[in-house]
């Protein structure tokens, strides 16, 4: 966002909420289309929700369209792998919008080991008058038949369909982390802890392995791949970060198993900062390419990086995002919160903090000022004694409650936030 923090007001419009809430109901991936025009949520559940905006109204043109509810479908269930006595849940993982192409619309969904293809269109007619069935869809009697009827569309209420139509699964030993649609548009890849798949859109019993850093000795396994995606403009190329800090460019052009890597980028470590935790907060959880396909953003624990292409020894851009955190990792490493898998996004414009100024804002998205179109304040968390009135505690930071799963309209400053089971949508405020 370009403005200034102290002129910055921020939309809020609250969707979803359970007074309920149960593990299922946790919200664990979101994403947008590429018109923003539909907003995707997936739970651990194994449902997926689509929000579609609603068109801006003549009455009030200042207010910009608000998003609810357009489809609602289960798409995957709990399965058990009786060669491996394992449990698959039905959490997903991660969904992928296709361009829209038609009508309807095309998204990929993911749980730990199986990759879904889904239709999602509207009908708002139906076929009357068929010949061998009744009304009802019961069967008639051959007999009664005399005549040849011609079936009619009539209207009816607007119904939204998902179905499923392709289903890609048994080509991962380990859990799915990612998955990318290529700018071909007719591959995608998945990714898990060890191995990258390539898939064709139109061939489900099969895919081609492109990375495999499994070692041949388990024991010798020093990283584990935790996200991957493809360039935003050239299809033969992608990165996949890893658990040591690390991204790795790969060139299908240069052989069918990328096992060697065109670039890596990492940052040397400053041995004045290492401690016990330093391995755990360096792991990369997430990696981005803008919109211009120059850049790279990664998140790991404490920081957002920005890495140009060109440059692979160290990042253009770091932002520390919660430094303060640096004096509870012992807690947190406790409670397990260390391991929490952040994630960062771009906006249209490929800013995320503002890039010129470097300054950030930090807004709480919570269930006491969740009003609709109500105006967050800017909080800051401080460390040590003395506080100001809007300044937050470290001590006092519920680490239960965390902001995993945000994405970022692709052309306008609305951003949508998962905190748990609720969805929470920010806009910048229309003057």
Partial sequence: MEEDIDTRKINNSFLRDHSYATEADIISTVEFNHTGELLATGDKGGR?????????????????????????FQSHEPEFDY????????????????????????????????????????RDKRPEGYNLKDEDGRFRDPSMITMLRVPVLRPMDLMVEATPRRVFANAH???????SVNSDYETYMSADDLRINLWN???????????????????????????????????????YS???????????RASALCDRHSKFFEE????????????????????????????????????VKVW?????????????????????????????????????????????????TKRDV??????????????????????????RKDEISVDSLDFSKKILHTAWHPSENIIAVAATNNLYIFQDKVN
């Fill in 48 to 72: 997926v929700v689509i929000f579609q905006r609603e068109q801006e109204s003549k009455n009030q043109p200042h207010r910009r369209g608000e998003y609810n509810v357009y489809s609602t």
């Fill in 83 to 122: 060669l491996k006595s394992l449990e698959i849940e039905e959490k997903i993982n991660k969904i992928r919008w296709l361009p829209q192409q038609n009508a309807a619309y095309f998204l990929l969904s993911t749980n730990d080991k199986t990759v879904k293809l889904w239709k999602v269109s509207e």
């Fill in 173 to 179: 030993t380990y859990h799915i982390n990612s998955i």
């Fill in 201 to 239: 859109f139109e061939i489900t019993n099969q895919s081609f392995n492109i990375v495999d850093i499994k070692p041949a000795n388990m024991e010798e396994l020093t990283e584990v791949i935790t996200a991957a995606e493809f360039h935003p403009h050239h299809c033969n190329t992608f990165v």
């Fill in 242 to 252: 890893s658990s040591k800090g690390t991204i790795r460019l790969c060139d299908m």
């Fill in 268 to 303: 040397p470590e400053d041995p004045s900062n290492r401690s016990f935790f330093s391995e755990i907060i360096s792991s990369i959880s997430d990696v981005k390419f803008s919109h211009s396909g120059r850049y790279i953003m990664t998140r790991d624990y404490l920081t």
């Fill in 308 to 356: 140009d292409l060109n440059m692979e020894n160290r990042p253009i851009e770091t932002y520390q995002v919660h430094d303060y955190l640096r004096s509870k990792l012992c807690s947190l490493y406790e409670n397990d919160c260390i391991f929490d898998k952040f994630e960062c996004v771009w906006n249209g414009s490929d800013r995320m903090f503002d890039r010129n």
């Fill in 362 to 387: 930090t807004l709480e998205a919570s269930r006491e000022n969740s009003k609709p179109r109500a105006i967050l304040k800017p909080r800051k968390v401080c460390v040590g004694g003395k506080r």
